[in-house]
Nanobody, 126 residues
Framework: QVQLVESGGGLVQAGGSLRLSCAAS????????MGWFRQAPGKEREFVAA????????NYADSVKGRFTISRDNAKNTVYLQMNNLKPEDAAVYYC???????????????????WGQGTQVTVSS
């Protein structure tokens, strides 16, 4: 079982930066591919970024490429999302997700993920 807790959300001006963190419980975290998703009001949840178990492979939504960076520290059981040059359209609740440990690599489909955090709000003022 993997439990996920996000932090780091908040209010930022357009052009600013935030770093989200996702702390995971469980010794098998280092064997799980991880992802970030987001959901804005009135919209469906969408893929943002994903990283494989070792951090050697990543994938990003086109809308965040070049601005967001996903990384992980397996010694700290934590995955990060560094968000730079934030835009008003980035405002959403951001969710951390984990695939089943030892089961599959990075994936941009939310249905591939078995464990979810409670979400952290990101608000971007223009």
């Amino acid at each position: 079982q993997v439990q996920l807790v996000e932090s780091g959300g908040g209010l930022v001006q357009a052009g600013g930066s935030l770093r989200l963190s996702c702390a995971a419980s469980g010794r098998t975290f280092s064997s799980a591919a991880m992802g970030w998703f987001r959901q804005a009001p009135g919209k469906e949840r969408e893929f943002v970024a994903a990283i494989n178990w070792s951090g050697s492979s990543t994938n990003y939504a086109d809308s965040v490429k070049g601005r967001f960076t996903i990384s992980r520290d397996n010694a700290k059981n934590t995955v990060y999302l560094q968000m730079n040059n934030l835009k008003p359209e980035d405002a959403a609740v951001y969710y951390c997700a984990a695939r089943r440990p030892y089961y599959g690599g990075i994936n941009n489909n939310e249905n591939a993920y078995d464990y979810w955090g409670q979400g952290t709000q990101v608000t971007v003022s223009s």
